[in-house]
């Protein structure tokens, strides 16, 4: 049972219409996250603009999944999980990385590894890295731009997550098949 409402376009308010439009032109769909947001257009502005700067940082498909799923992995979000798992699909994503994010088990790529662990580190300290944990993610082939990046996407994950929690946004049909529970 949802607890916040979801928006569709004719029940959203003014400022959220064209959001959700754009919503709606992008995934063929309103996804039930979007609904949600729909109630405050400035936070569904926010995380459209936040998506859009993180899908154009440095990062590739395999890291922008491995930023995006080992935070939803972490925050334990019972949409985001699937809905990623269903977008790492799209993007061609090799199955064996999703697998391992959404079971929380080492990535076969040394420096997708290194990506995860940075992530998580961001994550579970709160932003207090240590600098032999940057020196060892610098060792691993990236800088200081892709810490910063992360930032950007735990931005972007931190409202969709939290808002998928106090909702309990039901997972959108197409990613149903990916259903995901820590």
């Known amino acids: 049972m949802t607890t916040l409402k ?5 029940s959203a308010p003014e ?12 995934f063929g769909m309103i996804p ?14 926010a ?13 590739n498909e395999e890291e922008l999944t491995v930023v995006w799923q080992a935070i939803n992995v972490e925050h334990a979000c019972h949409y985001c ?4 798992t269903g977008i790492a699909k799209m993007m061609k994503v090799d199955d064996s990385i999703t697998e391992a994010l959404r079971n929380e088990t080492p990535l076969a790529d040394a420096k997708l590894e290194a990506l995860r662990t940075m992530t998580l580190i961001i994550v579970r300290n709160r932003g207090h890295v240590t600098e032999e944990e ?3 993610f610098y060792a691993a082939g990236y800088g200081e731009q892709q810490v910063l990046e992360i930032i950007l996407g735990l931005s972007q994950k931190v409202i ?10 039901p997972v959108d049909a197409p990613f149903q098949s990916f259903a995901w529970k820590k």
Do not use: R
């Not at 219409?17 to 032109?25: G, M, N, P, R």
């Not at 995380?47 to 990062?59: G, I, P």
């Not at 969709?160 to 106090?166: F, K, M, P, Q």
């Open 6 to 10: 979801i928006h569709n376009i004719e």
């Open 160 to 169: 969709s997550n939290y808002t998928n929690h106090i909702a309990n946004t």
């Open 47 to 59: 995380y459209q603009t936040l998506h859009e700067l993180f899908t154009q940082t440095s990062f």
């Open 32 to 45: 039930g996250l979007h609904g949600v947001l729909a109630s405050a257009p400035k936070t569904f502005e």
């Open 15 to 26: 400022e959220s219409k064209a959001l959700l439009e754009k919503s709606q032109k992008g």
């Open 81 to 84: 999980v699937p809905a990623h």
């Open 134 to 136: 940057l020196n060892t």
